[in-house]
């Protein structure tokens, strides 16, 4: 795992760029890798790279890298998890290798095929390339966005494993994008390809884009998901055994690394799948598990995975949160960079701390439930229809005030806050009514938050990207599939993955994702939707997997997750931070709130008059994202004086390629 950035001139004569402008982009990633570092400086172009080692440690591997004639030179950053299979078909085709790593793989596969190398790999990754041959900049994300790649084509064409990076660049501003940032306010994130800065963009999942010199840029979507041709049938024993085979192959293939490796388990049957499977692979000794909990009991359920650890005999560790955390909200913020309202992020982050100690690579559960229908949501749209059969007279007038009334809910999924999101999200039709459940700020808070010249300068509806994500789903997809399709295209991305990336790449953590290996989504699409869930009970495929395998209690468990005590926390520990961050001078400033709606939300949350935790959350979070990368008051450096110093390589053209000075040529390269 890495991170890479650079710059590519739109001028064909243009001299190269300041080394010491690449030496800062790559300094801004040192913390994704603090093992190595490189910059190449060519004409009109820069490339950087920071290595975390963990396949081929030695210097083989080093990057940015490039082919023996100096044709392509690449920078990559994340796993190709089927490198070794894409390699043996390399070299029968001729082509030679310097190195056991799978960027050599993708830059030997691209001199072959292409960008017709990419429907070869199975992997997360993000790389660019640039094939001096015709003097182009390609660029390449995994189809399920679990590696990222941000960019800006102001003046130049910039590019970054995170935004630090092009804001590196003193010429590069940070200005907010309002109509990003109000479709944060509603969704918790700003939908790629927005990022909420004005003018910096993300690469989509499963797009390349092809960047000639005179600023011409194309893009196109090499890979969508996997569907069968039609709805699926077949057996439900059949789906069990295929989910059962393609997640054990994919964590074999995962659990692939030089340097430890174990897993993040919350004690669910996501996570604790993977350590089943890691268990029965075997070869190392006990699997090293990880994972985190809360003081207040009504929260923790690190119980649970400790329950599952002794099921598997694997090594446990195990840390507590406490609502000291809000210390740390300014650094999780600065990581995070778009601004992100998901609070799991807080506990995520911690516990990637706490795994770096002892692993560089852990494999994590994400992504199932977003296959077979884990979440409460999918419950919610199946009672939705019902609601509105009743007339909207009395669901106006007497259910929806009533709901709003009820006593506040001091648990962890409390009936009043549930029967709220439903009430306000059934009013729409489908899916905005399953974005609904989800949604941070309503529409109604909306409409009396944002002052009326920014909500004049705004679309009226901020819910249009929601609608898009089902522009690539086939037409036979049933209710439950076009739900599961907005989440593994809208919600997966934006997010659960946002938040696993920027979080554990944080402390130099590699967190991989066997549930989004190619085989087991292609498993996953392949099943009935009455496979994955029926009624209340969702992901029954896989508890008929580890029936034989998990204690009852884990396996009748409610769905849960990182989820903190928010409510309770913004009312009483955390106050004084919500009070600093979100102030009458911060409104101001940002020109969209009005102040009057803001305290009013703060005092009747603190008095206990109603519970705006995710609205204002949503708010602290955009309060310290303002200070942070806007206004500037508080960013923070995330240099690392450990890591190593990045090595620059200045290559001057030699026979159509570019290569240092001192660089041996090898003739007899079959590129």
């Given at each position: 795992m890495c991170g890479i950035a650079g710059i590519f001139e739109f001028d064909a004569l243009a001299l190269p760029p300041d080394a010491g402008l690449g030496l800062r982009m790559a300094d801004s990633l040192v913390h994704r890798g603090p093992d190595d570092g490189g910059l190449l400086v060519a004409p009109g172009l820069l490339l950087a790279h920071r290595r975390l080692a963990v396949i081929d440690l030695s210097l083989h591997a080093h990057q940015p890298m490039c082919d023996r004639r100096g044709w392509c030179w690449l920078v990559f950053n994340g796993e190709i998890y089927n490198f070794r299979e894409c390699r043996r078909k390399l070299e029968s085709l001729g082509r030679r290798f310097r190195s056991d790593s799978d960027t050599e793989v993708l830059l030997e596969g691209y001199l072959e095929w292409g960008m017709d190398v990419l429907p070869e790999l199975n992997g997360m990754f993000a790389f660019a390339l640039w094939d001096c041959r015709d003097d182009t900049l390609w660029l390449a994300r995994d189809p399920m966005g679990i590696k990222p790649l941000f960019y800006s084509e102001r003046g130049a064409f910039r590019f970054?494993?995170?935004?630090?990076?092009?804001?590196?660049?003193?010429?590069?501003?940070?200005?907010?994008?309002?109509?990003?940032?109000?479709?944060?306010?509603?969704?918790?994130?700003?939908?790629?390809?927005?990022?909420?800065?004005?003018?910096?963009?993300?690469?989509?999942?499963?797009?390349?884009?092809?960047?000639?010199?005179?600023?011409?840029?194309?893009?196109?979507?090499?890979?969508?998901?996997?569907?069968?041709?039609?709805?699926?049938?077949?057996?439900?024993?059949?789906?069990?055994?295929?989910?059962?085979?393609?997640?054990?192959?994919?964590?074999?293939?995962?659990?692939?690394?030089?340097?430890?490796?174990?897993?993040?388990?919350?004690?669910?049957?996501?996570?604790?799948?993977?350590?089943?499977?890691?268990?029965?692979?075997?070869?190392?000794?006990?699997?090293?598990?990880?994972?985190?909990?809360f003081e207040d009991p009504r929260f923790d359920e690190s119980t649970f995975a400790a329950e599952v650890a002794r099921t598997f005999g694997t090594r446990h560790h195990a840390r507590r949160v406490d609502p000291d955390v809000a210390?740390?909200?300014?650094?999780?913020?600065?990581?995070?960079?778009?601004?992100?309202?998901?609070?799991?992020?807080?506990?995520?982050?911690?516990?990637?701390?706490?795994?770096?100690?002892?692993?560089?690579?852990?494999?994590?559960?994400?992504?199932?439930?977003?296959?077979?229908?884990?979440?409460?949501?999918?419950?919610?749209?199946q009672l939705a229809p019902y609601y509105r059969a009743i007339p909207g007279p009395i669901r106006r007038s007497i259910l929806g005030p009533l709901a709003r009334r009820l006593p506040l809910s001091r648990g962890k999924y409390g009936a009043s806050m549930l029967l709220r999101r439903f009430v306000d999200a059934a009013e729409r039709p489908f899916p905005f009514d399953h974005c609904g459940w989800r949604r941070m700020v309503s529409s109604d808070l909306r409409r009396r938050l944002l002052t009326p010249e920014r909500l004049a300068a705004l679309p009226p509806e901020p819910l249009a990207p929601y609608a898009d994500a089902l522009a690539g789903a086939p037409d036979w997809l049933d209710p439950l599939a076009r739900q599961l399709h907005l989440d593994l295209t809208f919600h997966l991305p934006n997010d659960m993955l946002v938040k696993v990336d920027r979080m554990s790449m944080a402390h130099a953590l590699e967190v991989r994702v066997p549930w989004l290996d190619r085989e087991v989504v292609r498993a996953c699409l392949a099943m009935p939707s009455g496979h994955k869930r029926r009624g209340n009970k969702g992901k029954m495929v896989l508890a008929a997997m580890l029936h034989d395998d998990l204690p009852p209690a884990i396996l009748r468990r409610r769905k849960a997750g990182f989820v903190m005590p928010l409510e309770q926390w913004l009312r009483c520990e955390w106050q004084p931070l919500l009070r600093s961050a979100l102030t009458a001078e911060f409104a101001h400033q940002t020109g969209a709130f009005q102040w009057t709606c803001l305290e009013s939300m703060i005092d009747e949350h603190a008095l206990g008059r109603g519970d705006h935790a995710y609205a204002l959350f949503t708010l602290l979070v955009m309060g310290i994202w303002w200070r942070v990368w806007i206004t500037g008051e508080t960013r923070r450096s995330v240099r690392r004086p450990d890591a190593a110093p990045t090595q620059v390589h200045r290559v001057v053209r030699s026979q159509g390629g570019y290569l240092e000075p001192s660089h041996p040529r090898d003739e007899g390269d079959p590129s």
């Open positions: 970054g494993s995170e935004i630090k990076a092009i804001l590196a660049d003193d010429r590069i501003p940070a200005h907010p994008d309002w109509e990003s940032l109000d479709r944060f306010l509603t969704f918790g994130y700003p939908p790629a390809p927005s990022t909420g800065f004005d003018g910096i963009r993300q690469v989509m999942p499963g797009e390349w884009i092809r960047v000639a010199r005179t600023g011409k840029v194309t893009r196109r979507r090499w890979e969508d998901l996997p569907y069968p041709s039609g709805p699926p049938g077949g057996a439900f024993r059949d789906s069990v055994d295929r989910l059962d085979a393609a997640l054990a192959s994919a964590v074999e293939r995962q659990m692939v690394s030089d340097v430890p490796l174990g897993a993040l388990l919350s004690g669910g049957l996501d996570s604790s799948a993977i350590v089943r499977a890691m268990a029965r692979r075997g070869g190392g000794g006990a699997v090293e598990t990880f994972t985190i909990g210390s740390i909200l300014t650094t999780i913020v600065s990581h995070a960079e778009e601004p992100l309202a998901d609070h799991s992020a807080i506990p995520f982050h911690l516990l990637s701390e706490s795994v770096r100690k002892q692993v560089t690579v852990a494999l994590s559960g994400d992504g199932a439930d977003e296959l077979l229908g884990g979440y409460m949501t999918y419950r919610a749209s």
